[in-house]
């Protein structure tokens, strides 16, 4: 299925004010009970389709197709509805066992660098990633869909545009994909289908979710998140005298790939990489930001081994300069070092050990 081309700018697509209604952006949001698999409804995957018997074994399935071809799929390449839908299948149309044994060989990636810049210049941090290796224009409305494939591209996940076809043909109206129960699904499918599995983050609470992103990326992790409602509100003001907007609230899907941050002023940008061909990247002053930017979730770089998360405890805090009513502390952590401006030692020590704070 071949992209429509269309202009994302002067009039946002309709379909996302119903989309950001039911919460759909959201890169790990439950899908609503109206898009939940139920026991009657086809797989979302494209490899279960015309399959009419199946055995599943520890790692792997193996399929027969309608014509009689057998396949096997790996099970780490299904979404949970799926698989409930293939254990179905198998008991109700097993397929005996051969005398064929399939051996599972660990491979490891090689790790990607995403970290392009990481510097502290007086009280200025700045940290950017790599950009997409490719820029898309979004579709329609499939911001959600265009926004993954950055995110994915970034870490590097490499999506290809065939399946992102198929996505797009799930939805029975391009301006509102969302209307279409397998649509929701495939999204999720998309970000799952890689082996070893994609390591994914989210923040414990949406507290503190500024400081948590930043965070993320200082690790070189891209964070696929949500501008809820208003984007023109985070808009560059020139590309808004240029191009207009209608006035809707409107959401819409980005990827955060690189900050500033003045841990004097508190003051700072995001970096955003976006899907339309007029605007691809720009930057988000944060306190244009508070409150509309939300449900952020993070990725690991293919091939880069990490511990689990950490909790985060504070072992020396020195101080670097008076600046006034503020002063610049350096604290280290088990985790790292940081620079925090706070009134006193204990603020600064609870800034790191409580996350008030990037």
């Known amino acids: 299925m071949a992209p429509h081309p269309r202009p994302p700018v002067l009039r946002s697509p309709p379909g996302l004010r119903s989309a950001l209604a039911a919460g759909c952006l959201l890169a790990g ?41 057998r396949s096997l799929l790996p099970l780490s390449e299904l979404s949970p509805a799926d698989r409930a839908w293939l254990e179905r299948l198998a008991a109700e149309h097993p397929l005996a066992h051969g005398n064929s044994k399939v051996v599972t060989v660990a491979t490891t990636a090689p790790e990607k660098k995403t970290i392009l810049v990481s510097k502290t210049e007086g009280p200025l941090e700045t940290v950017q990633l790599c950009p997409p290796s490719v820029f898309h224009n979004q579709t329609a409305s499939f911001c959600a869909l265009y926004a993954r494939i950055h995110w994915l591209d970034i870490a590097g996940y490499y999506v290809k545009m065939p399946d992102v076809y198929k996505i797009e043909g799930l939805a029975a109206d391009p301006d509102d994909p969302w209307k279409s129960p397998r649509y929701g699904p495939a999204l999720e499918q998309l970000v799952h289908a890689y082996a070893p599995a994609a390591a994914l983050h989210e923040p414990v609470s949406q507290d503190h979710v500024f400081g948590w992103i930043l965070d ?15 984007i023109w509100q985070a808009l560059p003001p020139k590309f808004i005298a240029a191009h207009g907007w209608d006035g809707g609230k409107e959401g819409h899907a980005i990827v955060i790939n690189g900050f500033t941050w003045n841990h004097l002023t508190s003051k700072g940008t995001f970096h955003i990489i976006n899907s339309w061909d007029v605007l691809y990247e720009f930057d988000l002053p944060v306190e244009n930001a508070e409150g509309m930017l939300a449900y952020p979730r993070s990725l690991t770089p293919i091939g880069k081994l990490e511990a689990p998360d950490a909790a985060e405890q504070v072992k020396r805090v020195t101080l670097v300069r008076s600046a006034g009513r503020v002063n610049i502390y350096e604290v280290e952590t088990n985790l790292g070092v940081h620079r925090v401006a706070a009134p006193n030692e204990a603020e600064a020590r609870a800034l790191i050990e409580n996350k008030g704070g990037p």
Do not use: S, W
């Open 216 to 230: 993320q990326v200082r690790q070189g992790r891209p964070v696929f998140a949500a501008l809820t409602h208003e």
């Open 29 to 69: 949001a439950v899908m609503p009970a109206r898009l939940a698999a139920q026991p009657g409804d086809a797989p979302a995957n494209p490899k279960l389709e015309n399959v009419v018997a199946a055995r599943i074994d520890a790692t792997y399935a193996v399929i027969v197709a309608a014509d009689g071809g």
